[in-house]
C-alpha cells in the first residue's frame, strides 16, 4: 500500500521548536523530490518546503526560511521537516507530499496530477 505518515506535530510555544517527520512506505522517497505544506484554518494550503531528488537541493518559502529546514534519511525512508523559532502564524496542518519530478521547480504551484500521494496530516499549534 503506497502512503505516507507524518508525525511529531504538536502544541508549542512561540519560539519553540517541532520536527515533524514523514514516513513513506510503498515507495522510495529518494525516488521524487518531496514537499511539505501546510493549511491554516479559513486559509489556502501553501507550499512550506521541497527538497530535490538528489537530496542537494532545497527550497523554502519566504515566511520560513532561516527557520526551517527540510532533509532526507535514505535508509529510514523519511523526510523531515525541522521547524525551529516557531511563531502563530505557523499554526497549521502540515501535509508532506511526493511529488511527480525530479526537482523542487514550481513545486508550490504544480496541477494538482503532479502531487502523487498526499498524508493525512499533522496539527501543529503555536500558542502561549
Known amino acids: 500500500q503506497l502512503q505516507l505518515v507524518e508525525s511529531g506535530g504538536g502544541l508549542v510555544q512561540p519560539g519553540g521548536s517541532l520536527t515533524l517527520s514523514c514516513a513513506a512506505s510503498?515507495?522510495?522517497?529518494?525516488?521524487?523530490?518531496m514537499a511539505w505544506f501546510r493549511q491554516a484554518p479559513g486559509k489556502e494550503r501553501e507550499g512550506v518546503s521541497c527538497?530535490?531528488?538528489?537530496?542537494?537541493?532545497?527550497s523554502y518559502a519566504d515566511s520560513v526560511r532561516v527557520r526551517f529546514t527540510i532533509s532526507r534519511d535514505k535508509a529510514a525512508n523519511t523526510v523531515t521537516l525541522q521547524m525551529d523559532n516557531l511563531k502563530h502564524e505557523d499554526t497549521a496542518v502540515y501535509y508532506c507530499v511526493a511529488i511527480k519530478r525530479y526537482y523542487c521547480l514550481d513545486y508550490r504551484s504544480l496541477p494538482a496530477q503532479e502531487y502523487d500521494y498526499w498524508g493525512q496530516g499533522a496539527q501543529v499549534t503555536v500558542s502561549s
Open positions: 527538497i530535490g531528488r538528489s537530496g542537494t537541493t532545497t
Open positions: 510503498g515507495f522510495t522517497v529518494n525516488n521524487n523530490a
